[in-house]
């Protein structure tokens, strides 16, 4: 098959790890059908072309709508905020090309499933980022979960920590504008831990949840980027609109019971994304920070020598580690989205969906809403009241 | 002042664990009143002889009531099963003597009062045994919450996670019958990190829970002890009338968001109590399992080696430890008892109450049954709704 | 059997720990027989009626030659400084007692042969204090090896390190002056690690080592005891006469590599006595600051599930740990005493030598002293050049 | 500046690493002078065309020979096999191009210089390969040496320990024939180690050291790759004429003590290339398996919150890690090659040596040749006596 030909909307952080990603394919994973960077696009011409220049793409677009109707795509990759996803991702499926979404899909469920609904009438592909999922020892989890080898699941316990904003002086970006990101931590990091706990233990029933705005003002920022933004204490300020933190409890469809919880007030924590499952027949754990590594534990080992194993998830055994490095090499988080595109390549040459895809998106936007919803009407709210 | 003379009732895994405790005493704290081991109480009289000459107690008595009226005991130590705490501390009240008696309090919240308000009646000291609090560890994790290290407080996240009953043919023990234990993981377990979060952040206002019990049915336990047991899968069956596993989210009166969880369904977890507090210039971790550490962020750390610290708690500047060993030179689980009797001994000797007393036990007692009713009833319930 | 009846020489603070051990045996180990904690000896009369009525012993002594021919003494027990193991010990066999002696034997090679000659012509048991092989997780480490699970053995890395002397005005108390303790490092911490290599791994073969004394000169003491002393910037100083670390090179008997280490420089390792062993079908790893675990790796663990295991020793399928807790409930550095204590017992109860007993000492002794040769003449030296 | 165009000999497990290192720097460091991929060399034709359209290089070369002399070329990058670095170095030089030359820079000592010679007489910049000294974690660790933040060093205790081999029926690969591979574990991964000693603590004064092969014949292989192989137990064997281990005791020219090993026969470590170092005001601790992180204590944190920290060293505050990603998404091994090829972009714009350069890959050959002819003759060997 010939080259799959990209166009990207989005040049931050996102697209900064997507290029990455699509540059490491033909060189790591050769047999996959190799993307093509055609095309980059964002609103700042001068900021374009730079990205476009560094990151190696072939030409750049600074209206998205010039891009979704290019000849030469066959595929966009949507990274820019998170409220401009939907009407970029109708228009990109209205103009029949493949759709890659950052996570959330959307600002609300409403709009994802508008999103989902326009892909599929045109019948494209579309995948959203749920990018943990391919870390090799998430893939092991997904293994040993699927082959049974944990019983029957009682627990899953999820926590999505990070503490760049516990400085109040720290700036009112915009992922701290419910306008422009939709929400918070829980959209953010929560996003994710739901999208883990679906990809694992399977699909939620009811929630109840609790949130809170721990600083509720917060200096203008003067410049922002990615993750990382500098203030000004004697800046103007201005309302935080989205949660600092938030926690829920969560029934699953078959039994399971979950804690789930996002926060970007827990020093210490710059980036734990972490989950720990207990079935009848073994538990394991993850912690991002320490993305190579799966804790492992069987009921059926010997009597004396039962605990918690340290699987470093860099074995031939292990999910793409024969495509990087001998074992014992560890990879880190960009290779996550590496093996995302993977997936997407490979689903577009063998005409399938990849996964996670819109529904995936849209059933963690199901989740999130009903978290807000029962948060709102302080009650438990079933997942199927939303949809 | 001449010694404190204990009766003790109880000669289980708690009344091994009290007399290593009144034991310890004399040898490691030779500055605290020294408690003499006067008389131990059980039901079955060989039992009990048998537990007075191994743990070293002058005297045995087969009927509580004889015990606590003897003029040679100034104390009475409970730790018979959950169901007979409130009777036999309301009558030790009765009879003018000190009283410390094993979590839970009691069966519910109003014997739990009743308890409290015969002991403040009666003018006698009163002790609850929330052990955990005296593990050097945590008395540090008190000290950086009560000297404002931490700065505000703005998560508690615990979870007492165990998996002795995974196995659907372990015999349904005592502790699984909620006519004698009042309740199951929540009440054994869910009461300690209760404790701990009143302890380290402060009072409930509000909780929502959820719990389950995974395994309705059990054999019929042949013998029983302890938390061990041996079972006979042939066995006629009983119903497990207690949870397995209960859940709760928290809001605290200071503002803080708390997570709780309780269960005994954790494979390769044998006795993981650990808690997580963050606040605004730090945070700490603990875990049970690793009793002598405690983990320890601060904010105000060198921006190039900020990370948790591995705080071995047995240094001079650490409670308790100039009792005990070098610098480096671990203690255990049961060390937290002999702390507590510390405590209790302190406490009478200096005609004051100890701490944590009643008062702690009817508040923690207050919060499981906010728990429960929120279960109950679906929804979220103040603390001060049951007082 | 009627009762062990014990005196014991020396009450700091090995006398503590030992005296902990013996109290400890009639509760935790009902059915080894009693010690009976007859008469304790030390030179200073005040000090040691303090040590008697806060540790519970009968009486006291003041003149080790008179406790030794006491008819009411079955066994002596040696903790008194290094250099007073030879002449007590071979005094209390010539009386026909059975002895306990803590580690280091001797100050020397040929001292401990007189010992051991002495204890053997007398017909008496003899024991020396390696206690670290006692710790639950130490005897899963023997079992290991013993049963062949970790296959033909490769590597031991053994390491001591301590911190308690980093401080350069930290005074020259006993333990650095070679004329009463024999050694620094390396016969007080790296004796034990020379005992472990030995009971896991079997004899050493040759030795090539080198030390150094990184602090030279010390304030002289103002006061001491145990391991904690105070000092004077401004006292006058002395020389520190014995290595503050040792390190060594090995060959064992069965072809197996070695390298050891002990040092107190170490700053942050307050006693990190620590060892792995690398095998043909597996590895192990220990660190008795967290002595209640073992870290176990099998060669044949299923391909994708490869990792370290953390097994905390305090199951039923542990040593020792039914006399305790239920698992998960830890337990401590005094407790590897206790376990001593019961070896002890049980081998006068039985009629044979406890195990480690005088021979090990020596053969610890032959393998300090080949080190300190071989740092001498730098050179290898067999460990059969010394006997 | 205009590009730096790259001639590679070489294309496998270093190849593979170098040239992903050459196609990130324009994407993470567009600041640093970009490398030219012009290209890759390898005496198979099919081999070296389909690495060349792999890894992206524009053209390639079956002799070296032709590639060194040409034109279009700046630098040259030696990653072939050990034996065949000094011949095309020293034509290199010649040939007035920089040369990058992955370690061991030669078989021995002697070549080690001759290589160095040339390139100093040529008047050309020359790096060599260790690249772990590019890891975030140990440029803070040196950054903590350099800035007397650790004090006066101690002790320097360097591992690395790998398992590849353990298995005997692990076919005879390349790297266990000495006239291709020169040493076994020693000049393999005990040259990694004696690097980052000299570059943490110094210069080494004298070594001892022992080596063992504990596998001495292997089934010749079939397959070979990289670090992998596949073999055939029924083929014929052939002797391995390496070291499977190799050990040694140090003493560095500034007091510190050393004791480093290198072992392929260590079960569970696939690559544990660890060290700890222990200074008058801290210690620091890292395990390449958590590349991410180190251990940091100090003597002068408050007395009761002393413990390692562990640092994730992804802060903005630490080198390289603002051109990746936000803080706590972690980097893997491959990021240690793009930081080696950023000093040596950097170097040749800025004219300079780049360090480590030829001198360090003789030093450390001085090093390792010292231990093989300490174990050869059995006694110490100052590194002086081979210069």
Redesign the interface.
Known sequence: MSNIRVGMIGYK?MG??H??AY?AL??FF?NVTRPQMVAICGRDAAGVEQARA???WESAETDWRNLIVRDDIDVVDINAPSDAHKEIAIAAAAAGKHIFCEKPLALNLADSIDMLNAAEKAGVKHMVGFNYRFAPAVQ?AK??VSEGRLGKI??F?G?F????I??PQFPLVWRLQKEIAGSGSHGDLGAHVIDMARFLVGEFQEV???S?T?VKERPLPTTMT???AKGDADAPKGQVTVDD?T???A?FAN?A?G?I?A?R????????NSF?I??????IKFD?????ELQ????D?A??????????A?????AYSEN????????????TFTHEMVEFMNAIAEDRQPVPNFVDGVECQAVLEAVDKSIEE???VAISELR
């Open positions: 952080f900064k790890a290029s990455n540059r033909p060189m050769p560094q990151f190696g092991l293994k040993l009682f627990h316990r926590f920590l990070q503490d760049w516990v400085d109840i949840g609790m809170e721990f990615g993750l990382s933190a926690l829920f409890l029934r039994g019971l804690s919880e926060t007030f827990a020093p210490g924590h710059r980036c734990t720990e207990n079935g009848s027949k073994g538990s991002f920070e320490r993305v190579n492992v534990y069987f009921t080992d009597d004396d020598v039962q605990g918690f194993r340290r699987v470093l860099t074995d031939a055994a292990h990087w490095w001998p074992a014992g090499h560890t990879i880190g988080y960009e290779h302080r009650r438990w």
